[in-house]
């Protein structure tokens, strides 16, 4: 019996999901010598449909406590209610897209965890370039198309405390497949998701282990050098209010955007850019 066995999932079958299926990702993940903690049963499941993956594994957390596996990994091609940042909609039509929210158990406190958005996207980013993708990176957790700056994929990260004063983190990872919004990229039909799929967790898994050892500054170069708006003349809007003009200037250790004004230079944990047009309000 699947460990989610949430009433709002429906699990899938071979038929329904072909390519996709957890069988071919396990096997991805053996054959890529991934640690035990993704090999255990229960661990990795595909569900036909489902409201939110990042939902799902939040619950799954609050229902287990401190049985709460170090590891899992939950996909879907079907999300009906689905989120992204400030409480945004991202679903995820049949077959148009996929869906996928990866659990990690974390000894650090959440003040600790900057950065951590950050890093996903590096993950995300090689993993849609070993597909043949051209992507870079806008802070905190976009991945865009090289050619037209459009949105191709996006990283949610939330947070579920358990009882023994770990930390389970909810990655939750969107990839526009066909059929993407107006304005948003996609990548096109992928003939083996079932490696996209594990070449994303073992990128994660790669800077996720250098995180936890040394913070994020080891992995903050190369966020700069992905970053399309190195530079860039951009606005900081805190929902739908621009807070902050100036350029980037490039993040810090602790994964904060700097934004340089004539006066000086800010630090800002939060929020959305936008790129500015040189002489626009």
Not at 47 to 74: F, H, I, K, W
Not at 89 to 103: Q, V
Not at 105 to 127: I, Y
Request: aromatic letters at 4%.
């Amino acid at each position: 019996m699947s460990v989610f066995s949430l009433k709002m999932m429906k699990t899938a079958s071979a038929s329904e999901l072909k390519p996709l299926h957890r069988d071919a990702i396990v096997a991805a993940l053996q054959a890529r010598h991934a640690s035990a903690a993704w090999l255990l049963p229960g661990v990795v499941e595909v569900v036909s449909e489902t409201c939110s993956t990042n939902t799902d594994l939040l619950a799954y957390a609050r229902r287990m406590g401190d049985r709460t596996p170090q590891r899992s990994l939950l996909v879907t091609q079907n999300q009906t209610q689905g989120r992204g940042r400030h409480g945004r909609s991202w679903d995820c039509p049949a077959g148009a897209a996929l869906a996928l929210s990866i659990g990690l158990r974390s000894p650090r406190a959440p003040a600790a965890l900057g950065g951590l958005t950050l890093l996903c996207g590096l993950a995300v980013k090689q993993a849609l370039a070993q597909a043949g993708a051209k992507v870079g990176l806008k802070w905190p957790n976009d991945v865009l198309d090289l050619a037209t700056r459009q949105k191709l994929s996006g990283v949610l990260v939330e947070l579920q405390p358990l009882g023994d004063k770990s930390v389970w983190l909810v990655i939750g990872i969107g990839i526009n497949l066909d059929a993407a919004p107006a304005g948003a990229a996609q990548l096109g039909q992928v003939d083996d998701l079932a490696r996209l799929i594990t070449d994303i967790v073992m990128a994660l898994e790669q800077r996720y282990a250098v995180f936890e050892a040394s913070g994020f500054e080891p992995l903050m170069q190369e966020f700069n050098d992905a970053h399309l708006l190195q530079g860039e003349p951009v606005m900081l809007l805190q929902g739908e209010h621009v807070t902050l003009r100036g350029h980037f200037a490039g993040i810090n250790a602790s994964g904060e955007a700097l934004i340089q004004t004539a006066e000086q230079i800010h630090l800002v944990s939060a929020g959305e850019l936008r790129l500015r047009r040189e002489g626009k309000a």
